[in-house]
């Protein structure tokens, strides 16, 4: 498909404002008459030696960071510390593990809460955590929760999970 000077200066203008091939198939049979396939479009955009640009991705926002709360410094002994040395404040969550599993589950437990409050819990397959009160409709704390998840961690990571 052979192009005059204005034509091809018309597409080199909408590529610059960065029309895609569609909307430069459509312009050109809407301005210039030119009925040309998603293909022939491509094909002449290529000879013209000019690239499409390509869309900016979407800006990835940054999920705020969540405060942890500060971790005591060890005294100095002159001796290097050692990371299990470093240990957060004591917990009144209290984790254990079942012996003998839930149906369904890879691992399951019980867990007290710093109110007193019970609650089961499970590990399923899929890697999804369940806490089950033993009152219904209990919600346990923020803090609470995460120093659930802290002392979880410890324990399935003592079973080699």
């Known amino acids: 498909m052979k192009l005059d000077d204005n034509q091809r200066l018309a597409v080199g ?22 009925k040309l396939t998603y293909m022939e479009a491509r094909f002449l955009v290529d000879d013209l030696k000019l690239t499409p640009k390509d869309p900016e991705p979407p800006k ?30 004591a917990s009144k969550v209290a ?10 589950a890879l691992v399951s437990g019980k867990v007290t809460f710093s109110d007193g ?3 089961d819990w499970y590990l399923d397959q899929t890697g999804r955590l369940g806490v089950v009160p033993k009152q219904a409709g209990y919600k346990p704390s ?15 990571a003592k079973l080699g999970y």
């Open 13 to 34: 203008k909408w590529i610059a404002e960065g029309a895609k091939l569609s909307e430069i198939q459509n312009r050109l049979a809407a301005e210039f008459g030119l």
């Open 60 to 89: 990835v926002v940054e999920p705020p960071a969540i405060a942890q709360p500060p971790v005591a410094a060890p005294v100095s002994t002159g001796a290097v510390p050692v990371a299990d040395e470093v240990l957060p404040p």
């Open 95 to 104: 984790v254990s593990v079942d012996q003998i599993t839930r149906p369904g």
């Open 117 to 119: 409050q019970a609650a």
């Open 142 to 156: 923020a803090a609470d929760v995460q120093q659930f998840q802290i002392a979880l961690e410890r324990e399935v």
